[in-house]
């Protein structure tokens, strides 16, 4: 991203994403959906990632259903946040869902509640927290050094008052959200945290009205690969014919088959699919599993972005290097 212009309106950007971003291992490999992890996905390129949590009475947790993932909500904002600090040109697009594990009827016998129990922190930071928004905003601003970080969740004012949001809309640029996090939020909670999606319905085309209307392709049970792919496309073209206003958001995932089998055949297809775009057409944000295969997928999504590509300096920052991509482009 260093090298496009602060102007740039992020809803005209094409920008590579992970689909259940930190479903890396899985138990036995159930629930995998990714074979790197979260900084080496943003050193590739990724900027949007789908984090779904789990809230166990003190904590959230990385989960993929009931699999526990191995990664607490602190151990991603330390993820991004160094990320960042290192990168100040790049900005990361943070979905956060709330994950209904489906053996949380079971209460503290649940076998997730069990597998999470070793990952809890000490006594001292235990925060009882009675639902995921609390949860949340705790272990948020427990962690975060920099108040700044999440471009929309300002941390509370003094004697815990919420402080105003700022709203998410189509005028936003890449200059604003440099160096932040920007969130959208898929779990009930006031206005100030972050960008409220909680709209979204399951297994659906559909879009989303507010500050920023979002369109959003999201069909993943059992489409099969020949549906699934016309999906996508269908989905792509409707970004790059649509209102440049809106932020389009296409989900490569599926389920009905292994994700990584799935995968070999839906990113191939999108590969060359893109290969043919004309530079400077707008994709919106691509969300996919195994996003390293094949290896030049994230690098096609990147090149859209050329054309509004400018080599002067952006902003006052540092000049540090930002990673490349497999084909040399720096994202």
Known sequence: MRDIPDNARVTTLSIPGTHDSCSIDGLLGFGKTQNLDLDDQLNAGIRFLDIRLAHYQDNLFAHHNAVHMGKSWADILEICSNFLNKYPTETVLMSVKEEERFDGVLGRFAPSEAFGKPRRDPENWVIRSHSFEDAFKSRTWQHIDDPSLLYNFPPPLPGGRPAANRALTPKITLGEVRGKIVLLRRFEATPEVGFDLTCWPKNQHFKSDGSLACNIEDCYRNPGEENK?????????????????????????????????????????????????????????????????????????????????????VSKRSAEDVPSTSSGLTV
């Open 229 to 313: 792919y016309e999906c996508i496309v269908g989905h792509i073209e409707e970004a790059h014919q649509g209102d440049l206003e809106a932020l389009y958001i296409t989900f490569l995932s599926a389920i009905g088959m292994k994700a990584s089998r799935y995968s070999k055949t839906i990113n191939r297809y999108l590969n060359v699919y893109l290969t043919g775009l004309p530079k400077g057409t707008r994709v919106g944000i691509i969300v996919m599993d195994y996003f390293e295969q094949p290896r030049k997928l994230v690098s096609h999504v990147i090149k859209l972005n050329e054309r509004m590509r400018d080599r002067r300096p």
